[in-house]
């Protein structure tokens, strides 16, 4: 059987505000999920930004093998190999502190990307969440003639940013 959306996947995306694709592996995890048939199409069609939070700190993955796995596929590890895995989807990048000063071909903005516990976690949607309303994006987004983009929050990063279950512990 082909994979499909769940029910309401779609409509949650079409709804949205901003969409944060969170700090994971972008070819175990989030490619997957946009190459089930119709989740592209609908991030690209839904109205709001996109904002993604890079997995990399100094180039290099937390956990995994992301870091060598950029490094083999894309070239290098920094903000531009990893937003060009999002061909058409981002309008913003945040990069942890270590990774600032790059470029990607959307806007980037510095944060501390690690979440050790809850508080960092919070910060961190946050900057996101900041991001995706900056005049910057705004702007971005109005010389995309590409019609209308949207936002979900991964769940984990929604229950991280109310500090709710879920949340990373310390």
Known sequence: AAARPAPGVLDAISAADLLVLAP??????????????GVREAVVASAAPAVAVSPLIGGRAVRGPL????????????????????????????????????????????????????????????????LGQSSAVRRARRDIDAGD?????????????????????G
């Open 24 to 37: 994971s592996n972008p070819y175990v995890s989030l490619l997957p999920i946009l190459d089930v048939p």
């Open 67 to 130: 870091d060598r796995m950029l490094r083999r596929m894309a070239g290098d590890t920094t903000p531009a190999a990893l937003a060009a895995l999002y061909p058409g989807l981002l309008d913003a990048l945040v990069v942890d502190t270590a990774d600032a000063g790059g470029e990607a071909g959307v806007p980037l903005v510095a944060a501390a990307t690690l979440m050790p516990d809850r508080e960092a976690a919070r910060r961190l949607a946050r900057s996101a969440r900041a």
């Open 149 to 169: 983009r949207g936002s979900i929050w991964p769940r984990s990063l929604r229950r991280c940013a109310r500090g709710g279950r879920g949340a990373p512990r």
